[in-house]
């Protein structure tokens, strides 16, 4: 009977053992890491991914935001030779296959974010886990401390759309612009404004580049000013004359 017990404890504490190696098969250090940055300027964390089993393992990344992401922000994964972008919600992209790590073997994992006009810290959650059993995971935590470089109104100011009056001037019915955005801007407004400067029409513009138009047919007859805004200060596109 005792040696049937201490047979049973012996099987017990190897199968503990293992289970224990199983949960670690995967490590990636450093555990933690502050990377600084400025807006607008694209930072990377560089973290190492050791197998410690012997047996090629296939693995995915996954990415949990620990602070809000300011909106705008850009995102880039980087494993097994390939780059992944967009929100961290994304990670892993369904679409992309696991990736696979040699027994014994090392690999570099890139983590780099992009602040956009926003100042503050970020803080993010990367695990790499095996795609046979999801328990066996490491994950690091990464904090992201982005200040300015110049003023903030200055970054702003950088990403200026850019608009031209295309219709007649003076006009009847409606005033149209070519428009073309910067890459960071997500949305901008046109704007047309009385000589006491007060709003009396306006149009939202969500695509990159096009055509826009404003209808001023109900406008009294007078001068205005046409504007552009998004996360700059209004940009003067013309003078417009409405005249019935």
């Known amino acids: ?25 995967m490590t990636l ?6 990377k600084n940055t400025t807006i607008n300027t694209s930072v990377d964390a560089v973290v190492t991914m050791v197998n410690t089993d012997t047996r090629t393992l296939k693995y995915r990344i996954t990415a949990t935001p620990l602070t809000s992401i300011p909106t705008g ?5 980087c494993y097994a030779s390939n780059c992944y972008g967009g929100s961290p919600t994304l990670i892993p992209i369904s679409s992309a296959p696991p990736a696979e790590l040699a027994g014994s073997g090392t690999e570099t994992l890139k983590f780099t974010y992009e602040p956009d006009v926003n100042t503050g810290t970020v ?8 795609e046979d059993n999801p328990n066996d995971s490491s994950c690091v935590k990464v904090t992201y401390v982005t200040t300015a470089s ?3 109104q200055e970054v702003m100011n950088a990403y200026k759309p850019q608009a031209q009056l295309i219709s007649a001037n003076p006009a009847h019915d409606f005033v149209s612009f070519n428009y073309q955005l910067h890459p960071k801007n997500k ?4 704007l047309m404004t009385n000589s006491l400067g007060q709003v009396v029409a ?7 580049q096009g055509i826009a138009f404003i209808h001023v047919g109900n406008l009294p007859n007078g001068v205005y000013h046409a504007y552009i805004q998004s996360q ?8 417009i004359v409405v005249a019935h």
């Open 1 to 25: 009977m005792k040696t049937s017990i201490f047979i049973l404890t012996a099987i017990s504490c190897i199968m503990s053992f293992n289970f224990l190696n199983a949960q670690s098969t």
């Open 29 to 34: 250090s450093p555990k933690s890491q502050t």
């Open 73 to 77: 922000s850009g995102w880039q994964t």
């Open 123 to 130: 803080e993010m959650k990367f695990c790499v886990y095996n």
């Open 150 to 152: 110049s003023s903030i």
């Open 187 to 190: 949305k901008a407004v046109l």
């Open 202 to 208: 306006q149009q939202n513009i969500t695509e990159m």
């Open 232 to 239: 700059s200060e209004p940009v003067l596109i013309n003078k």
